[in-house]
């Protein structure tokens, strides 16, 4: 079994931070890419960033600037500083680990649950 566990969602201002992380645990072999994505309401759900085993980073053009992806890769977490924050970053982001369980499976995505943003203007 593996769990992703989001946190640090809330209510900000606009021009405010957030900081958001992620851990996974489990039976947990290797994980390769983690990132966050984000679903506004009647909207896909997109990329915002990722970041390789070897902290390799991409962004969405939409955040670049502003956000910043991070991991520690002892601790299976990604974390999501968010910093001049727009009421069009308001969405429930969700967090994804690309990770095997065992050194014989490939790697597959698993998903955390969601947490909420909210920026008021």
């Known amino acids: 079994q593996v769990q992703l566990v989001e946190s640090g969602g809330g209510l900000v201002q606009a021009g405010g931070s957030l900081r958001l992380s992620c851990a996974a645990s489990?039976?947990?072999?290797?994980?390769?890419?983690m990132g966050w994505y984000r679903q506004a309401p009647g909207k896909q759900r997109e990329l915002v960033a990722t970041?390789?085993?070897?902290?390799?980073?991409n962004y969405a053009d939409s955040v670049k600037g502003r956000f910043t992806i991070s991991r520690d890769n002892a601790k299976n977490t990604v974390y999501l500083q968010m910093n001049s924050l727009k009421p069009e970053d308001t969405a429930v982001y969700y967090c994804?680990?690309?990770?095997?369980?065992?050194?014989?499976?490939?790697?597959?995505?698993?998903w955390g649950q969601g947490t909420q943003v909210t920026v008021s203007s």
């Open positions: 994804k680990a690309d990770l095997r369980t065992t050194r014989w499976e490939g790697y597959n995505d698993y």
């Open positions: 489990g039976t947990i072999f290797s994980i390769n890419v």
């Open positions: 970041i390789t085993r070897g902290a390799s980073t």
